[in-house]
């Protein structure tokens, strides 16, 4: 254990000394935790509509009103005719076309029926396909609303039935995107700064040339690594705390669930994380080889781990690639703990996966160390 203790006092040192390393461990990641979430709205408002209204008429009319009153549409302009709309969608200018047909008031009221015609710009296919969804939902209610209206004024008609439907938004009452995005971004700037930091441990001993001081010395091989594990470790739980302080001052978003189990697994996930940036710095020769493959495997983590897109919604081949990352169980416990309170027995299956994790990418890290001189 001496000798352990002599490798943590050299590896803190170097860490205490350069005065970026620790900017970066601590300063960058609390800035973006406070500068992405707010950027990293997905919800889509101001979708540009260009309306071509060849109908002029009274219900037609209240149809535009209630499209522009709607607060997610920006209208561009009141086309005369579908030509003419159609250059603003060449132009960029425009998402969406609504083209109301001549005759719409006429034949809704006489035959109750209507078609309108919706041309999507599928070039920005999120915000055209949501866009157009808004759109339709906005019709639906308008439609319904038109043939409450024609029922009651309509003479010796019949009540028609309705289905009244309640629902209610848990864990996230308001739906606000700031609850479900700060968790999962609290994760990958963890993720980023532990990984990539890691990954360049080892591989700045062979270059600094100590490496081989160090090889020729009495150190076993899992004193060293987890010499150059622990350091980063505290760190890492150091900014993980940061962060959801941040989390807590700028955002208002405090854990429901118990932030002993939220520590716990973020403890393991830190191991797991660390012994993976580790067992790329040992096959490395050098820290460009290191960063490459540090970011190839980080864009990985990052766009198959549910914080951008759901699981559920991946091929069965990305699942199976997602579930074999870490980040991707820590980005579901984490949001499970925060809002919704899930306690130990709801994650246990997550933390022995990440505890799985940690010991085959630290023994793979172990085992790959070659000591020789």
Known sequence: MKVLRFILQKEFRQIFRDKIILATMLALPTIQLIILPLAMNFEVKHVNLVIVDNDHSSFSQRLSAKVEASGYFTIVSAAPSFDAALKYIEKGKADLIMQIPPGFERNLVREGVQKIALSVDAINGTKASLGAAYLTAILTDYNKNIRLNLTENALNATPQSAIDVTFSTWFNPLGEYKFYIVPGVLVLLLTMIGGFLSALNIVREKEAGTIEQINVSPIKKWQFILGKLI????????????????????????????????????????????????????????????????????????????????????????????????????????????????????????????????????????????KTT
Do not use: C
């Open 231 to 370: 350091p980063f470790w505290v760190m890492g739980m150091i900014v993980f705390s940061l962060g959801l302080i941040v989390a807590y001052v700028v955002y208002g978003i405090v854990s429901q669930g118990s932030l002993a189990v939220l520590y716990l697994f973020a403890a393991v996930y830190l191991v797991a994380l660390l012994g993976f940036g580790l067992l790329i710095s040992t096959y490395s020769d050098n820290q460009l080889q290191a960063m490459f493959l540090a970011f190839f495997f980080m864009m990985i983590f990052m766009l198959m781990s549910g914080l951008f897109t759901s699981i559920d919604s991946m091929p069965a081949w990305a699942r199976t690639i997602s579930n074999l990352t870490p980040i991707t169980h820590f980005i579901k416990v984490i949001r499970m703990i925060m809002l919704k309170g899930s306690g130990f027995a709801d994650i246990k299956i997550e933390f022995l996966y990440e505890v799985l994790f940690a010991i085959v990418l630290n023994g793979w890290a172990i085992w790959n160390y070659r």
